[in-house]
């Protein structure tokens, strides 16, 4: 009888020690694999506003990297309002043409994780709506019904002047280029 004891003791210790392998092992696999925060720089218009104004020409090209600041920026407002169920403690946004990705880390609970959130850009007036399409940690996609975001604008016109308004963006291979509607009488008022 002792040796049945002893024996079902070793049995759950080596179960004890396997769960134990095991938790750790996806805590490792599902923690970040680099730093980020939600730290953005603020996008400065009114160099290329104030050459738009003498080339007579309406039109802005904003980078890739600075679209990337802009959904940074417009994250950490959507996050004020919004509870996706995880706390995001930090993003970095790459735009490929009309879609972007947003390689973020976060906490669920006490659980550090990483994740990389795909979008699809879609525009609409003077706003670029990012549409979240997939999720996914390390390279295993995580199903929808589990994480899913809302749509998050990026309202442009919040970053312009109101004499501007957007005629049309256009979805470029390294950014976005804007076409305005310019109401020059009011351009002297800017100055």
């Known amino acids: 009888m002792a040796r049945r004891k002893r ?14 392998a095991l938790l750790a092992g996806a805590l490792w696999w599902i923690s970040p694999t680099e730093r980020l925060d939600m730290g953005y720089r603020t996008v400065d218009f009114k160099d290329r506003l104030l050459q738009m104004a003498e080339t007579r020409e309406p039109r802005l090209t904003l980078s890739a ?3 990337g600041q802009l959904s940074k920026k417009n994250l950490v407002k959507y996050l004020d309002k919004q509870d996706p169920g995880v706390d995001i403690t930090g993003a970095r946004f790459t735009m490929e043409g009309s879609s972007m990705r947003a390689d973020v880390n976060g906490k669920w609970g006490w659980v ?11 525009t609409s007036g003077s706003r670029l709506l990012l549409e979240h399409q997939a999720t996914r940690i390390r390279d295993a996609e995580v199903p929808g019904a589990l994480f899913q975001l809302e749509p998050m604008i990026v309202n442009l016109k919040d970053y312009l002047p109101e004499m501007l308004t ?3 963006i256009e979805l470029t291979g390294d950014g976005v280029s804007l076409v305005f509607k310019i109401d020059w009488l009011s351009l002297p008022s800017w100055f």
């Open 166 to 168: 957007v005629r049309d």
């Open 112 to 122: 550090p994780f990483g994740a990389q959130l795909d979008f699809t850009i879609k």
């Open 65 to 67: 990297d600075e679209i």
């Open 7 to 20: 024996r079902v003791g070793k049995f759950l210790f080596l179960f004890l020690i396997v769960i134990v």
